[in-house]
């Protein structure tokens, strides 16, 4: 089991009221499987995958990836475990602005002290088609086009998961279909377990397993 999600729960209180987001979530997926997240706004969906990628801490319960109940971990243990097994596609995680696309896809590697992450980027980007724009900064590139080096730098490191919230939710539908079809065929190639939060019905049967939120 790559990742086990045990009786999870995550409470917001604000104002003085309290909201149930997550009600005791139990959740299992074996390495390679592919897993959506469904749900209205507001449901819960982003939520969760900032729970799974360390980036909030449950109210209660357990989540455990490749082993390791990252629950327990502290600020620096989770940023060096995150590096080495996540790769997470966020909107709130786009690319930074003043790198070029071959820095932004380079950055994962060289905090984890690659040797090589210069050439790993460049094949990166290469196998997501932008070989002719590493020395382009983000805003040099298309939305697509920035959101295929985001997938490049969330492959790079070759994550046992990867998180995507609404991946192409910004894209017209043409280029949506391009780089979705890009991701599925990125994480078959390297049997990635995939968790994916999407509105997209027609995306969400593209993976294996579906989870929805009320
Ligand atoms: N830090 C926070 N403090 C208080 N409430 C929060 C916080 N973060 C999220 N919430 C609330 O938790 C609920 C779930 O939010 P979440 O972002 O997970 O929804 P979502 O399913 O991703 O929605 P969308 O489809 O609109 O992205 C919302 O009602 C939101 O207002
Ligand atoms: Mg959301």
């Known amino acids: 089991m790559i990742l086990e999600v045990k009786d999870l729960s995550k409470k917001f209180t604000q104002g003085g009221r309290t909201i149930d987001v997550i009600d005791r979530l139990n959740l299992n997926m074996n390495a390679g499987e592919t897993l959506a997240i469904l749900g209205p706004s507001g449901s819960g969906k982003t939520t969760l995958l900032s729970l799974l990628a360390g980036l909030d801490s449950p109210t209660s319960g357990d989540i455990t990836i490749a082993g390791?109940?990252?629950?327990?971990?502290?600020?620096?243990?989770?940023?060096?475990?995150?590096?080495?097994?996540?790769?997470?596609?966020?909107?709130?995680?786009?690319?930074?602005?003043?790198?070029t696309?071959?820095?932004?896809?380079a950055l994962p590697l060289e905090i984890i002290n690659d040797k090589n992450a210069y050439k790993k980027a460049r094949e990166a980007l290469k196998l997501v088609g932008l070989s002719d724009r590493e020395d382009h900064f983000p805003k040099e590139m298309s939305g697509g086009e920035n959101q295929r080096v985001a997938f490049a730098r969330a492959f790079v490191v070759e994550p046992k998961i990867l998180l995507a919230d609404e991946p192409s939710g910004s894209l017209d539908t043409?280029?949506?279909?391009?780089?979705?079809?890009?991701?599925?065929?990125?994480?078959?190639?390297?049997?990635?377990?995939?968790?994916?939060?999407?509105?997209?019905?027609?995306?969400?049967?593209?993976?294996?397993k579906q989870l929805r939120f009320t």
């Open 68 to 99: 390791q109940s990252i629950t327990k971990l502290n600020e620096k243990e989770l940023t060096s475990f995150r590096g080495e097994n996540l790769g997470i596609i966020f909107q709130q995680f786009y690319l930074f602005s003043h790198l």
């Open 174 to 208: 043409k280029t949506g279909h391009q780089v979705m079809d890009l991701l599925f065929d990125l994480v078959k190639r390297k049997n990635t377990t995939l968790v994916l939060v999407t509105h997209n019905e027609e995306l969400a049967s593209r993976c294996q």
């Open 101 to 105: 696309a071959l820095e932004n896809v």
